[in-house]
């Protein structure tokens, strides 16, 4: 990855690291598109209850990282492996697994327009669970107050919200089923004045220790 920064907060000690397993491994992966080089053999670890984040200028490769851990890009050389499983050996069930225990915010939120606040956080729990429908109510609106939403925010839409709301919303959709990982992709573009980088920074370290998340 080009001009990329790795930001680490909360760095495991270093004879821990060397006996646990990574949360995220990835080995020697290069990521093309045409004639250009995105990710050239980038190797990095992620160890529990870190917060690894990327500084850089668009276009270095952030999102297609991220992007790339998730499956979602084609690599050309490398090895990528999420809580001890090599992402290319998973079967369908093995997969589903692995999926039910991350969370996902993207860039601009990737709410459903048309669907409101709680039922765009019942979208994970539909797919994954079988839950009554007061169940997921409860447990959409749990989560609507861990980030930091007001109660009546459920019954809103996303064109009813504002770009931090939306963000708020968003995250409250990737919480939705306790993930281990929670990925954040450019996590503090869009937000309102009244909710800064900083306020959303601490909401993010906050959970990560409530929570017990590792952030990407």
């Given at each position: 990855?080009?001009?990329?920064?790795?930001?680490?907060?909360?760095?495991?000690?270093?004879d821990?690291r060397?006996?646990?397993?990574p949360?995220?491994?990835?080995?020697d992966?290069?990521?093309?598109?045409?004639?250009?080089?995105?990710?050239?053999?980038?190797?990095?670890?992620?160890?529990?209850?870190?917060?690894?984040g990327?500084?850089g200028?668009?276009?270095?490769?952030?999102?297609?990282?991220?992007?790339?851990?998730?499956?979602?890009?084609?690599?050309?050389?490398?090895?990528?492996?999420?809580?001890?499983?090599?992402?290319?050996?998973?079967?369908?069930?093995?997969?589903?697994?692995?999926?039910?225990?991350?969370?996902?915010?993207?860039?601009?939120?990737?709410?459903?327009?048309?669907?409101?606040?709680?039922?765009?956080?019942?979208?994970?729990?539909?797919?994954?669970?079988?839950?009554?429908?007061?169940?997921?109510?409860?447990?959409a609106?749990?989560?609507?107050?861990?980030?930091?939403?007001?109660?009546?925010?459920?019954?809103?839409?996303?064109?009813?919200?504002s770009?931090?709301?939306?963000?708020?919303a968003?995250?409250?959709?990737?919480?939705?089923?306790?993930?281990?990982?929670?990925?954040?992709?450019?996590?503090?573009?869009?937000l309102?004045?009244?909710?800064?980088?900083?306020?959303?920074?601490?909401?993010?370290?906050?959970?990560r220790?409530?929570?017990?998340?590792?952030?990407?």
């Open positions: 990855m080009e001009n990329g920064i790795d930001h680490r907060s909360q760095p495991q000690d270093e821990i060397q006996t646990a397993v949360m995220i491994s990835v080995r992966v290069t990521v093309s598109f045409g004639r250009q080089t995105v990710l050239d053999k980038l190797s990095l670890e992620i160890y529990r209850g870190e917060v690894l990327f500084i200028p668009s276009g270095s490769g952030k999102s297609v990282l991220m992007r790339t851990i998730l499956g979602l890009n084609k690599r050309q050389t490398g090895e990528i492996e999420i809580l001890g499983r090599n992402i290319d050996q998973l079967n369908e069930l093995e997969k589903m697994s692995i999926d039910m225990r991350m969370g996902v915010l993207f860039q601009h939120g990737a709410l459903f327009s048309a669907l409101n606040v709680l039922e765009n956080i019942q979208v994970p729990m539909r797919e994954y669970l079988d839950l009554s429908p007061k169940l997921m109510d409860e447990l609106r749990l989560k609507i107050d861990l980030v930091g939403l007001k109660p009546d925010t459920a019954e809103k839409f996303p064109s009813e919200l770009g931090g709301m939306i963000k708020r968003a995250l409250a959709r990737a919480l939705a089923l306790d993930p281990d990982i929670l990925f954040l992709d450019e996590p503090t573009s869009g309102d004045p009244p909710i800064g980088a900083a306020e959303f920074d601490d909401l993010i370290a906050n959970l220790d409530t929570m017990g998340l590792t952030v990407y």
